[in-house]
């Protein structure tokens, strides 16, 4: 929220009157309001001449900063939400699906972790394949320069289980479910991520049922370490947007993860 | 914060959270002077700032009503376009083609690795000089960048494969191109074929870099570059480094500039590499230098060894081809199919 002269322009209450008897008690910003004790700041208002006006003002940011947390919710509410909201997305392997215990759950983040070329771009292929033809849209963020259409169509089609040329319409119709974007550092990954928040929340009729980061590892590695104490942050900040993504829009996550020994002297 | 995913300096940021900006919303509404004021730092770089946060933010304000996002392609575009404008460059081996699905892909990073000797750099250059095939006989009619690494570039046996390239060309015109049209056809002389070869050589790592981000520059300006070859990625990376944790960031860099380039591009890069011995389940095996970390640089990952006297290609790691292996051998024309006469010569 920053500083509080910038809400002048939009609340009428909270005006330079305001902002001074605020200043005596050396609140400037909206965190020093919060830490401040509202009691103490309301009866030290009654005390002066304007003490309705001042009164109308806390209360004004008292319900600006209830806008924006999370609501309160109960044990039940969330039960409710959980049978109604959190499916499984099936993988489209029955293996899988077992060890999952359904397959992706809706709203949790799933990483599959592996070594190279043990197969975790073709499982994130399968299952982008297998959401996109049956339930709905895919968002699929290469950051490897590994998505291969060719691929996916011969997975479409093996699925769909039809012959070559009556698979056409059902092809066209699973493929355009799928969005793939390149990136290529982390601060694009935060973009596009941003941008898939503002636009589930805005429009009414865009959904998305499945976001596939295919080689997070690839990213956060070059920002990890060194002197850049930025790097642990952005790895964290990537993951809280990924798992409220999940949760508020009921979207699953699938991130595959590179993993590699240590480093040790002789081994180059 | 949102603060935090904005590509700034950590002192920019710092100073930005405890000016009390801890949103997107709040720093665009302010103006250059008010914010260089409030930050204590010189207007040009408020200016600076205010343009990443305006850059970021206009991405959410074009995004259509569509279902697509701003930046992205749906596979099924993805697929048309693939299909319309695939373009490969042929390594004049039969085999190999065919395995790769038509040669060295455009728009993709190819790795190949092998013991010395088995033809890497010979590889290299017969892909240096098959890219400048004419559209004619089959080609992408494109120039080439070579950025030698070792000193192992010849330039003596790029004109023989030149030589034997454009002695290629025009029998094949002379075969197909009977009666007046034979003239139309351009034929390529050796000395074009090197002309068209854009040679870099590099010393030491932080040159490897610096051309890397350079790269970034000089291709806009040739644009009919349509293949980068670096001959052994490796050389500078496995001596005098004492900390690993660097190289791997290095390495990590230096891997997603490369995807950036193949992909804005639509140019082919290929990357030769060493190869050392790892240990594992107790025995000693072969595999690609530079860690498992570097695995995930490349598209696709060819491996080249012997198998008793010839020479073969496996294909170790592909999101679309088939895990496939073919002969090919090396001749005084260059690579070519491998045949029962090219056998490695015996030491005795």
Redesign the interface.
């Known amino acids: 929220?920053?500083?509080l002269k910038?809400l002048t322009v939009k609340y009428a209450s909270i005006d330079a009157d305001f902002l001074q008897f605020c200043a005596s008690h050396g609140i400037?910003?909206v965190?020093d309001f919060l830490v401040h004790d509202v009691y103490v700041l309301v009866a030290s208002a009654e005390k002066l001449s304007n003490s309705d006006r001042l009164k109308q003002g806390i209360n004004q940011l008292l319900s600006i900063i209830e806008t924006l947390h999370q609501p309160w919710v109960n044990g039940l509410v969330l039960l409710e939400d959980r049978e109604q909201n959190k499916h499984c997305l099936s993988t489209g392997g029955k293996s899988f699906d077992m060890l999952l215990q359904g397959g992706l759950r809706v709203g949790h983040v799933t990483e599959f972790v592996g070594?190279?070329?043990s197969g975790k771009?073709?499982i994130c292929?399968q299952v982008a394949s297998n959401v996109?033809m049956k339930l709905g849209?895919v968002?699929?963020i290469d950051?490897?320069?590994?998505?291969?259409?060719?691929?996916?169509?011969q997975i479409v089609t093996r699925i769909s289980g039809s012959v070559e040329n009556r698979v056409h319409g059902i092809?066209?119709q699973a493929?355009?479910?799928?969005?793939?974007?390149?990136v290529?550092?982390v601060?694009a990954l935060?973009?596009?991520l941003?941008?898939?928040k503002?636009?589930l929340e805005s429009?009414a009729?865009?959904k998305a049922r499945l976001i596939v980061v295919d080689?997070i590892?690839?990213?956060i590695?070059?920002?990890?370490?060194?002197s850049?104490?930025?790097g642990y942050?952005?790895m964290v900040?990537v993951g809280y947007l990924l798992k409220k993504l999940a949760d508020r829009h009921n979207i699953a996550v699938l991130v595959s993860y590179?993993?590699?020994?240590c480093?040790?002297?002789g081994?180059? | 914060?949102e603060v935090?995913?904005?590509?700034l300096s950590?002192s920019q940021?710092g100073k930005l959270i405890s000016a009390?900006?801890?949103?997107i919303a709040?720093i665009s509404?302010t103006s250059p002077s008010h914010l260089a004021l409030e930050l204590k730092v010189s207007e040009n770089e408020a200016l600076e700032i205010l343009k990443n946060v305006s850059d970021?933010s206009r991405?959410?304000r074009t995004?259509s009503?569509l279902?697509?996002?701003?930046?992205?392609?749906?596979?099924?575009d993805?697929?048309q376009e693939?299909e319309t404008t695939r373009v490969h460059i042929t390594t004049s081996c039969a085999d190999l083609d065919s395995i790769l699905g038509g040669g060295i892909s455009c728009?993709?990073?190819t790795e190949i690795g092998g013991v010395p000797g088995i033809g890497k750099t010979q590889l290299g250059i017969q892909l240096a000089v098959n890219v400048q095939i004419p559209y004619d006989y089959g080609g992408i009619g494109g120039k080439a960048i070579y950025i030698d690494t070792e000193g192992s570039f010849m330039a003596e046996r790029a004109l023989q494969i030149a030589e034997a390239c454009s002695h290629d060309m025009a029998e094949y015109s002379r075969l197909y191109h009977k009666g007046p049209q034979a003239c139309e056809v351009k034929t390529m002389q050796p000395k074009d074929f090197l002309e068209n070869i854009f040679y870099f050589r590099v010393c030491s790592y932080t040159e490897q870099i610096a051309l890397t981000n350079y790269l970034d520059e000089f291709i806009p300006k040739h644009k009919d570059v349509k293949v980068v070859i670096i001959d052994s990625i490796t050389f500078h990376f496995?001596q005098d480094f004492d900390d690993?944790?660097?190289?791997?960031?290095v390495l990590?860099?230096i891997?997603?500039?490369l995807?950036?380039l193949?992909?804005k591009f639509g140019v082919a890069v290929v990357l030769l590499n060493q190869v050392?011995t790892?240990?594992s389940d107790g025995s000693f095996h072969l595999a690609l230098?530079?860690?498992?970390?570097w695995?995930?640089?490349s598209?696709n990952?060819i491996i080249l060894h012997w198998n008793g006297d010839e020479r073969y290609a496996y294909i170790?790691?592909s999101?679309?081809l088939r895990s496939a292996s073919a002969p090919y051998s090396v001749t005084p024309k260059g690579i070519r199919n491998s045949s029962s006469n090219n056998k490695r010569i015996k030491h005795i």
């Not at chain 1, 590695?221 to 060194?226: E, R, S, T, V, Y």
């Not at chain 1, 590179?258 to 020994?261: P, V």
Request: contains cysteine; positive net charge; glycine residues 8%.
């Open positions: 929220m920053g500083a910038y400037f910003s965190e070594p190279s070329s771009t073709q292929f996109a849209s968002v699929f950051s490897g320069n590994s998505f291969s259409p060719t691929r996916i169509k092809l066209q493929m355009r479910n799928i969005e793939c974007h390149a290529f550092d601060y935060l973009n596009v941003h941008q898939l503002s636009s429009q009729g865009y080689s590892s690839s990213l590695a070059p920002i990890l370490g060194g850049n104490a930025q942050a952005l900040s590179l993993t590699f020994c480093l040790l002297a081994s180059i | 914060m935090l995913r904005l590509p950590a940021k009390g900006y801890t949103s709040s509404s970021g991405l959410k995004s009503s279902t697509v996002l701003n930046g992205a392609q749906s596979a099924w993805m697929l693939e728009k993709e990073v496995r690993m944790a660097l190289r791997t960031r990590g860099g891997a997603l500039n995807m950036k193949a992909r050392t790892k240990y230098a530079l860690g498992d970390s695995s995930h640089a598209t990952r170790d790691k999101p679309s």
